[in-house]
Structure formats: structure tokens, C-alpha cells
């Protein structure tokens, strides 16, 4: 038998590339299959409850405590295996009058991670309030077993100062509004009490005054603020392992 028949004919790269795309075709439905066959039916119904406090112990009514729930997982581009992650809202409530919230959330199979957000960034207080940590109750929610999460807002260094200019112009006055719905200037220029504009860097806008009074608002040209103005493209968001928190 010559060397050619033994070794068997060369195969083209065309050929290769499908061999090596079927190969990879084959491990996906793999994995998908075992994916499919690991979800099975819906988790158990875990209860969550707690209270929402502030730095002097008073309760905080009508805040926002939502349910995030978090995996990753693996997608192929061009033969590439990328790495993926995906949050999503499960459900929300919010606190009564004596701070105080409850919900239940069923463990979906198919997320693996989840956290307690005690903040919407929509309506978020980040001028009083520092933004609070995630809190992460993976480990329970997957053992079905519920969860107690008191959480203390603290307050934002500057809100001392901003307080007490608050009560120094009056809430209802134009630097009143002002401080309330943003805090502190990034910066001022010009003479207090003379002609001077504050400047809000992270909000893209600036006020020019007059004394106490508004003269002209300014804005970038990459969009306006909210009105509200309470919402921040950039919270940072925090999140506490549960092994760093004391068990319930």
C-alpha cells in the first residue's frame, strides 16, 4: 500500500473550515441541550422584607426597593466565544409610611445572581442621599429561603451645607429650587451678590444670576437636564457579597 493510500487524501481548507464549523455547530446544541434540560420547572417563591431608614433613624415612606436579577452568559461571533452579562428587573415596591417594605419573587431557573437596588434613578434624592449598595441575596433566593434587608440612607457629605442654604434662600426661591433639585455648584464664577453664574458640570447646564434671582439658564448642547434633575447618568452602583453580610 503506498504512503499516499495509508495517509488517506488531503482535505482542502474549504473542507477543514466546515469540518471545524460543524464541530463547534455540534458542541452549541450540546450545551444548549443540557441548558434546556438544567432549567427544568420555575424555583421555588422566596419573601423578601425589611426597613428603610435615614442617619437619624426616621423611616423613609415612599422609596423604591427593586429586584434585580443577573446572569452571564456565552454567545459566538465569527467563530469567537464572547462572554455576556445581563440585568433585569424582576419587581419593585415601595416603602409605606413607616419605612417598611414586603414582596415575594419567584427564583428563575435561568438567573443565577440577584440583588436588592434600594434606589430608581429616575426619582432618586442624590442630592441628600449617598447612592445605596446592592445587596446581594443570591445565596438565599436560590435556597428558597427568605430574606431580611434593613437598609440605612446616608446622607451625602454636602448635604449639611446645601441644607442650611436651603433655609438661608428659602425653598420656594429660584437658588432655593436650585440647590434642592442639584446641590452645590461645580463651580462659580463672578461676585456673590453681584452678577455670578453657577456651574453644574455634571448636569450640562449653568445658571446666571442676579443677587437671588435667575437671570438665564444655560445648557450644553449634548441635552438638557430633567426637570426633576435628580436622575444621574453616572450613579455608581456598589454591590455587598452576601458572605460579607451577617445572616438574618
Known amino acids: 500500500m503506498s504512503e499516499t493510500m495509508a495517509a488517506g ?6 473542507a477543514l473550515a466546515f469540518h471545524g464549523a460543524s464541530l463547534v455547530s455540534s458542541m452549541l446544541l450540546i450545551l444548549a441541550a443540557g441548558a434546556d434540560a438544567a432549567r427544568g420547572a420555575p424555583g421555588p ?3 423578601v422584607r425589611g426597613q428603610m431608614t435615614d442617619e437619624s433613624g426616621q423611616p423613609v415612606a415612599g422609596h423604591a426597593v427593586r429586584l434585580i436579577k443577573a446572569r452571564t452568559y456565552v454567545t459566538l461571533t465569527n467563530f469567537k466565544f464572547n462572554r455576556q452579562s445581563q440585568d ?3 419587581t419593585r415596591t415601595t416603602t409605606d409610611r413607616h419605612g417598611f417594605f414586603e414582596f415575594t419573587f419567584p427564583v428563575d431557573p435561568d438567573f ?3 440583588y436588592l437596588r434600594f434606589y430608581d434613578p429616575a426619582v432618586f ?3 441628600r442621599y449617598r447612592v445605596p449598595a446592592d445587596r446581594d441575596v443570591s445565596r438565599r433566593a436560590r435556597k428558597g429561603r427568605p430574606v431580611l434587608a434593613n437598609i440605612e440612607l ?3 457629605p454636602e448635604w449639611p451645607e446645601v441644607k442650611s442654604l436651603i433655609d ?3 425653598p420656594a426661591s429660584d437658588l432655593g429650587r436650585i440647590l434642592r433639585a442639584v446641590g452645590l455648584p461645580t463651580r ?3 461676585e456673590p451678590g453681584a452678577r455670578e453664574i453657577w456651574w453644574y458640570d455634571a448636569h450640562d447646564v449653568s445658571y446666571v444670576l442676579q443677587g437671588e434671582k435667575v437671570l438665564e439658564t444655560r445648557r450644553a448642547a449634548r441635552g438638557e437636564i430633567p426637570e426633576d434633575a435628580t436622575e444621574e447618568a453616572g450613579l455608581r452602583i456598589e454591590r455587598i457579597d452576601e458572605e460579607d453580610l451577617e445572616e438574618p
Not at 487524501?9 to 474549504?14: A, D, M, N
Open 112 to 114: 443565577r445572581y440577584y
Open 45 to 47: 417563591e422566596v419573601a
Open 154 to 156: 446616608r446622607n451625602n
Open 88 to 90: 433585569l428587573e424582576e
Open 125 to 127: 434624592d442624590a442630592v
Open 9 to 14: 487524501p488531503e482535505k482542502s481548507p474549504t
Open 168 to 170: 438661608r434662600y428659602g
Open 188 to 190: 462659580r464664577t463672578g
